[in-house]
């Protein structure tokens, strides 16, 4: 079993940056990739952005130019730096696994991003 930790979210006036983390504790060597989504308010759980083997990244086009993903193998963590904030991206931010080729069913508990206008 995975736990996974995330943290660094917070209230941000727009135009702000953050950076949040998600740590990986417990099983953790068959982990093939870590990534973030995020779920708004009345609207589904979508992806962020995601790191392969601790190198390789995936960002969604419309969040591209603002959003990067980085991961450190030796912490078991990742990274998700947030430029240039925009309200729309008031979030729960979530970070999850995949093990092999499956993304896991079990998420963390998110932490919070506002950003304000």
């Known amino acids: 079993q995975v736990q996974l930790v995330e943290s660094g979210g917070g209230l941000v006036q727009a135009g702000g940056s953050l950076r949040l983390s998600c740590a990986a504790t417990g099983r953790t060597s068959r982990i093939t990739a870590m990534g973030w989504y995020r779920q708004a308010p009345g609207k589904e759980r979508e992806l962020v952005a995601a790191i392969f083997g601790g190198s390789k990244t995936h960002v969604v086009d419309s969040l591209k130019g603002r959003f990067t993903i980085s991961g450190d193998n030796t912490k078991n963590t990742v990274y998700l730096q947030m430029f240039s904030l925009k309200p729309e991206d008031t979030a729960v931010y979530y970070c999850?696994?995949?093990?092999?080729?499956?993304?896991?069913?079990?998420w963390g508990q998110g932490t919070q991003v506002t950003v304000s206008s």
């Open positions: 999850n696994i995949r093990i092999g080729s499956i993304w896991s069913s079990n």
